[in-house]
């Protein structure tokens, strides 16, 4: 017994027929007129719902869905710009790949706080979902072995995905530690530290130091403690000079007529 089509799906048969008819067309109209860019923007229009859907597919991952949409739009006209009838499929069928392509294109470049090698976006994808799928099968967290068993690559290539996965999200240098919460992230990094310069020269001239006799060790020690800004001398101020034309009641070397 066949059953009536509903409301709806009559009108959503009626509107993918109007879309169809559209498209055929726009397709059959010469190129560089005005009436084929008309059907073009009726074209776009009339397939917007399936950019949207496709787009609700991938709402909840972090970008907005208004974005989404945008992007998905993007990826639909696309498709209607390069599409032809001699691919041998419908519009439906080339659509589909060339919004959700643009969609995944817009994960992969907008998304990432850092930039990674594209193979390891996608692998951190994959990584993704084989772990959610042997966490649920065994009941626990997969271990870096299991998971390379599952995607069939090296443990080596499990780990990097791992470790890129961590440059999806940045965590600021402003965020408030947990032991303090007046203590900056910022804070705690280390800072340049001069006397790694020391190690490394002292490290670099230890052989040769070691030929030395005691008497030419005992030298060079002392001409760099002589040279050594922290053991310099500070220079004493230069005594005053008589600028007087009377003579000077003590006549000395640092007290001359000018």
């Known amino acids: 017994m066949d059953v009536a089509p509903t409301r709806g799906e009559q009108v959503r048969q009626a509107a993918d027929e109007d879309a169809a008819a559209l498209l055929a067309e726009y397709v059959r109209t010469e190129v560089d007129t005005a009436r084929r860019q008309e059907l073009r923007t009726e074209v776009i229009r009339a397939f917007l719902p399936l950019a949207r859907n496709l787009a609700l597919r991938y709402h909840g991952r972090g970008e907005p869905l ?13 498709a209607v710009d390069r599409f032809d009838p001699g691919f041998g499929i419908d519009f439906v069928g ?25 193979r390891v976006q996608e692998r951190r994808s994959a990584l993704t979902r084989a772990t959610q799928f042997l966490t649920h099968r065994l009941e626990r967290s997969p271990t870096v072995a299991e998971l390379a068993v599952e995607l069939d690559i090296s443990e080596e290539e499990v780990l990097e995905a791992l470790e890129g996965a961590r440059a999806y999200h940045a965590v600021s240098l402003s965020t408030p530690t947990a032991v303090n919460q007046d203590t900056e992230l ?36 002392l001409a760099s403690t002589a040279t050594s800004p922290r053991h310099r001398s500070p220079r004493a101020p230069a005594s005053p000079r008589c600028t007087s034309a009377a003579p000077c009641p003590r006549r000395s070397r640092s007290c001359a007529p000018t």
């Open 94 to 118: 080339y659509a589909v790949p060339t919004i959700t392509g643009e969609i995944k294109r817009h994960f992969r470049d907008r998304t990432w706080a850092l930039r990674v090698p594209r």
């Open 186 to 221: 910022g804070d705690t990094l280390g800072q340049l530290d001069d006397e790694y310069e020391r190690v490394e020269l002292h490290l670099a001239l230890g052989p040769a130091l070691a030929a030395l006799t005691e008497r030419e060790q005992k030298v060079v020690s």
């Open 66 to 78: 208004d974005d989404l949409v945008q992007t998905a739009t993007i990826g639909l006209i696309n």
